[in-house]
């Protein structure tokens, strides 16, 4: 666009609320974060064992960004389940990977997880100054919309991405919660829009629509594949974690 | 996605082409853009007046960011034409501004046009380790598309956006080029994918499309809808847009 016209919509824009998406991370310093409730979205698949985990009563779950840093917990002494994975298998000495598949009643009821996830701790961080961080997936999508829209704040929703890189399974996310809200009032910026035009490409069938993407050979051969249909499960959860400190609870109703 | 898996298709991924698009100027520096060459799209409204005004024989086109920058080629003394704007009209002392309408046969041929546009200029500044930067707008899809297709080197279609921001009307344009290099063997990366596929949702009447935007209320007070229905139409032009130097020349065949 040239210099002198301004594409962007501010927060409460025409009076109404805002529903943003921010593609990626290195896209967050455009966004006065804290004017939004922010979204966490790693749909692969991290948010969504984190939202796995915490309806199954995890008490908290810690995200942390490298194996070492979990490991630390372990030497702290602290009684807590510690999640890491290297190239789709669990690095020795940890008790479980990513897979939610691990996040089960049976194994993380009333215990506290510490969980690696590079991307989406970088995500949690550059939100830090949000007035308050979600967690969002398609497990939870229906309960986490319904919630924001009780909400009277801007929403943004973050994709937590690949290394920065836009991603497709985060965005159809985002594009999933933006077609729950654009009827309630919000203002949608091009972001939002563009998202949900993705998701309406992509809703008859999720996963067929991520075939499609550069990495489902990858995904293929990490053995990820049952993960990958377990993430787009839509509202098979109700629970809404939140970050509360350093830890990510149970929103309360 | 968790960290130890990689959802980017690196440059020549597979033994093919790729064809990626940064859909804004912020996420440049996850390319290694001297692997690439580079297409820069603004579409409302520099690169669509680059593209008319090369087609009708401009000598050349000087993109600069601040009106102040282009008012120094006044003073200069050369015999240049000076575009700048502010606020939809052309600033007093200027030549013309921003309209295509402006860069007519009778206007440009055999002109050097010093052209204002902030986002442009970033966009082709960021760009510039490329193998080569071409100018791409609906104006010339077809014709660009073509070429690109002619060489034998990773496409990277960048949108210029609006501040480092996502908009729609660049990233259509996008998956318009994708459209065209889809079956050529190119392979594609997330964001490509996704350029297409709104392209696709809005290609039956991408001003209806684009009506649904944000901006489309501010673009009618800015009285510049003629020159949005005028950067939205496809193949009126064959010339392609080259940076040499610090000048934008026709593409010698």
Chains 1, 2 share one sequence.
């Not at 984190?50 to 810690?62: D, L, R, T």
């Not at 298998?89 to 997880?113: C, H, L, M, Q, R």
Request: charged fraction near 20%.
């Amino acid at each position: 666009m040239s210099e002198n016209i301004n594409t962007q919509t501010p927060p409460l824009a025409n009076g109404g609320r805002g529903a943003h998406v921010c593609l990626t991370p290195a896209l967050l310093p455009l966004f006065n974060v804290e004017d939004y409730i922010v979204v966490v979205i790693d749909i692969f698949r991290a948010t969504s064992s984190i939202c796995y985990g915490i309806e199954n009563g995890a008490e908290a779950i810690i995200p942390v960004s490298q194996v070492e840093e979990c490991a630390a917990y372990r030497e702290k002494g602290l009684d807590y389940l510690l999640a890491a994975e290297r190239d789709g298998s669990v690095v020795e000495g940890f008790d479980f990977g990513n897979s939610p598949f691990s996040y089960t009643k049976e194994k993380v009821a009333g215990k506290t997880i510490v969980l690696t996830t590079t991307n989406g701790t970088h995500a949690l961080h550059l939100s830090r100054s949000a007035k308050k961080i979600v967690i969002g997936s398609f497990l939870n999508l229906t309960a986490l919309s319904n919630w924001l829209n009780t909400q009277n704040e801007n929403i943004l929703l973050v994709c937590a991405g690949w290394k920065n890189n836009f991603n497709l399974e985060d965005t159809l996310f985002a594009g999933a919660v933006v077609d729950q809200l654009k009827d309630k009032g919000f203002v949608l910026d091009d972001a939002a829009i563009a998202a949900n035009d993705l998701f309406q490409t992509g809703k008859h069938d999720i996963n067929v629509y991520l075939k499609k993407t550069s990495h489902g050979e990858r995904l293929k051969k990490l053995g990820i594949e049952k993960d990958i249909e377990f993430c787009l499960q839509i509202d098979l959860t109700t629970a809404i974690p939140v970050l509360e400190g350093e830890k990510l609870v149970k929103l309360k109703a």
